[in-house]
């Protein structure tokens, strides 16, 4: 059965970093490409980073310079490491896999339940 497990949200100050943490059961992420998701309080979920089956890695606009993703194999562990955190940051984060992709579709085929990130300015 293929689990994913986030944790490490919390609440932060504007400006302060966070690294989030995704444990994966059940599966091999060679087959899989891993993606970071955030939902907003009435906002539609958008994707945040990516790394594909092929290991290529891509990050939102919003993002890029200040998030970091990476994969520990040998812990079956996804992180995301997030620095200059801004208000607009708040969300639940969810990590996500889907079989044998190049890219990270909105329609992943497993998710975990999320972790909330609250940025405060």
């Known amino acids: 059965e293929v689990q994913l497990v986030e944790s490490g949200g919390g609440f932060v100050q504007a400006g302060g970093s966070l690294r989030l943490s995704c444990a994966a059961s059940?599966?091999?992420?060679?087959?899989?490409?891993i993606g970071w998701f955030r939902q907003a309080p009435g906002k539609e979920r958008e994707g945040v980073s990516c790394i594909s089956n092929l290991g290529d890695v891509s990050y939102a606009d919003s993002v890029k310079g200040r998030f970091t993703i990476s994969i520990d194999k040998a812990k079956n562990t996804v992180s995301l490491q997030m620095n200059g955190l801004k208000p607009e940051d708040t969300a639940v984060y969810f990590c996500?896999?889907?079989?044998?992709?190049?890219?990270?579709?909105?329609?992943?085929?497993?998710w975990g339940k999320g972790t909330l990130v609250t940025v405060q300015s």
């Open positions: 996500a896999a889907d079989y044998m992709s190049s890219w990270c579709p909105n329609s992943m085929d497993y």
């Open positions: 059940g599966f091999h992420f060679d087959d899989y490409a």
